[in-house]
């Protein structure tokens, strides 16, 4: 069992930056993928970046491709994103999750276990 909670999330003008924390319970955490979801309202969650295991394999979406960084810590239960360049449609309720399989998924039905979501709000 996997428990995950996201912090780092507020407001900010639109051209700032926002550094996303996951922080995972567990002993296990390092042999999980990890990633990255958002769910604007009225919307899809949408893909935003994943990490493998070990750190080594990244992915990201194309809507925050260019912008946006995902990082683990494995020796301190944590996951990060580092967003710059924020715009409006960047708002949303960001999620981060935690897969069984090692290898990045962009699917979210690949992710076993998700936090409870911290928000983002872009002002223009």
């Known amino acids: 069992q996997v428990q995950l909670v996201e912090s780092g999330g507020g407001l900010v003008q639109a051209g700032g930056s926002l550094r996303l924390s996951c922080a995972a319970s567990g002993r296990t955490f390092s042999s999980y993928a990890m990633g990255w979801f958002r769910q604007a309202p009225g919307k899809e969650r949408e893909f935003v970046a994943a990490i493998s295991w070990n750190g080594a394999s990244t992915r990201y979406g194309d809507s925050v491709k260019g912008r946006s960084t995902i990082s683990r810590d494995n020796t301190e239960n944590t996951m990060y994103l580092q967003m710059n360049n924020l715009k409006p449609e960047d708002t949303a309720v960001y999620y981060c999750?935690?897969?069984?399989?090692?290898?990045?998924?962009?699917?979210?039905?690949?992710?076993?276990?998700w936090g409870q979501g911290t928000q983002v709000t872009v002002s223009s």
């Open positions: 999750a935690a897969g069984r399989n090692p290898f990045v998924a962009t699917i979210k039905d690949n992710y076993d276990y």
